[in-house]
């Protein structure tokens, strides 16, 4: 029989601030301290008795195990070999759980409180439940088939192993590597931010102002915030399905990186959308980008790009900081709501036009073409012919008209 005491401190993880482009303004420290004063027992003989006990499984095998009282952990050391042929119910206090090795063959269910779950190694085939309470999950290895946060704001750090189904109720969570089925965050003021790793599914989040980040790895399926006035930025990764972000008042940054293969669906709102540093080769991947309902703002900065169909529902469109954008076709703006928009170019940008309009989405209002820059009737076309058409005002700012000439007979 051991008398052990045990301290762990288990995640500094930065968050981020829900105001301007960096956001990187501040951190939350998440510290466990847990004191266990009780029997240690080794060799998995996992028996429940009063008081905080500390159990240890590292070779043979146990029946599952239900201690609801006091302050319980349980450890599978590295390189072991035990077993739990059952379920880990533990109660209400801050309950600690390490597996560097082992099998659970069974669900976890940590019950309410501060607790703690680390895993590097081993196996769990049931879920992992972390009840209520500041809870913190850290995965750098093995394999659990679903992880369920519960209540209060938890945090989740995952740089490997696998999640088998579903990441649910988490609040702050980084990824960087590893697998996991689907992730649904739920209500809350979440962040999820992902430099690495796989989900098969969606990633999801529920009413609440939710931050997502995506600067590497792969999401199989969609990106979904619900109401609330959401950010999303990528940098980086693939994203196969859609990004949803439906009602709000919603800011979606892309710069620089990152392949979206289905729609950008902004919903409704006054939504703001920023395209910066992209070409049309990672542009066209998109089918569409569309504003939703609203007074919605699309901002192309130091990006090239065409297909002015693939832009739909923004009342307001800026070419800025050398940005260009080939038009080859109808360019409409506004929404059945507001029915027409406006779209600017900068002293440094240029609208290319070979037969291209600006036409407002409800036929007879007025659009405005503001031109600080370059409208270019002659690079994209060698043709005389080109045309382009403004449905509604041209408001010149010093910008130029760049034309093709035929001289004629005399």
């Known amino acids: 029989m051991l008398t052990v005491n045990q301290a762990l401190r288990f995640v500094k993880y930065n968050t981020v601030s829900k105001h301007g482009p960096a956001r990187a303004v501040g951190s939350v420290t998440l510290v466990c301290a847990i004191s266990l004063t009780g029997v240690a027992k080794a060799d998995c003989t996992l028996i429940a008795s009063a008081g905080n006990d500390v159990y240890s499984c590292s070779s ?3 029946t599952g195990l239900t201690d609801l009282s006091g302050a319980n952990s349980l450890v599978f050391p590295a390189g072991g070999t035990g077993t739990v042929n059952g379920n880990i119910v533990f109660g209400p206090q801050n309950d600690v759980i390490q597996m560097d090795s082992g099998k ?11 607790n703690v779950f680390k ?49 649910d109720d988490g609040d702050i969570a980084k990824m960087t590597g590893g697998t996991i089925g689907r992730v649904n965050m739920k209500l809350d003021d979440n962040l999820f931010d992902m430099s690495g790793g796989t989900i098969l ?70 939504d ?62 506004g929404d059945s709501s507001s029915g027409t928009g406006s779209f600017t170019i900068d002293s440094t940008s240029a609208l290319q036009v070979t037969h291209g309009a600006v ?17 270019d009737m002659t690079s994209a076309s060698s043709s005389a012919a080109d045309t382009l058409s403004v449905y509604g005002n041209y408001v010149g700012r ?13």
Request: aromatic share 6%; hydrophobic share 35%; net charge negative.
């Open 119 to 167: 895993i590097s190694a081993g196996t769990v085939s049931g879920d992992v439940s972390q009840g209520s309470g500041v809870d913190n999950f850290q995965m750098t290895g093995g394999t659990i088939a679903s992880l369920t946060q519960g209540d209060s704001r938890d945090v989740f750090v995952m740089t490997g192993g696998t999640i088998v189904g579903g990441f």
């Open 60 to 62: 043979g095998s146990s």
């Open 104 to 114: 659970i063959l069974g669900l976890v269910d940590q019950g309410d409180g501060a």
């Open 272 to 333: 703001t959308a920023f395209i910066s540093h992209l070409t049309e080769d990672t542009l066209s991947l998109t089918p569409s980008v569309d504003g939703g309902l609203g007074n919605d703002t699309l901002t192309f900065d130091n990006s090239s790009s065409a297909g002015a169909a693939r832009y739909i529902g923004w009342e307001s469109v800026n070419l800025t900081n050398n940005s260009r954008f080939n038009l080859a076709g109808d360019f409409f703006l």
């Open 201 to 270: 599914g969606n990633l999801v989040t529920g009413f609440g102002d939710d931050t997502i980040i995506v600067s590497g790895g792969t999401i199989g399926g969609n990106i979904s915030v619900s109401g609330g006035d959401d950010r999303i930025t990528v940098t980086g990764g693939v994203i196969n399905g859609e990004i949803r972000a439906s009602s709000g008042n919603d800011r979606f940054i892309w710069n620089a990186g990152g392949l979206i293969k289905s729609s950008i669906l902004m919903g409704d709102g006054n």
């Open 398 to 410: 010093g910008g130029q008209l760049l034309l093709q000439t035929v001289l004629g007979k005399l």
């Open 359 to 375: 036409r407002p989405y409800t036929s007879g209002q007025l659009t405005t073409l503001t031109n600080a820059g370059v409208i």
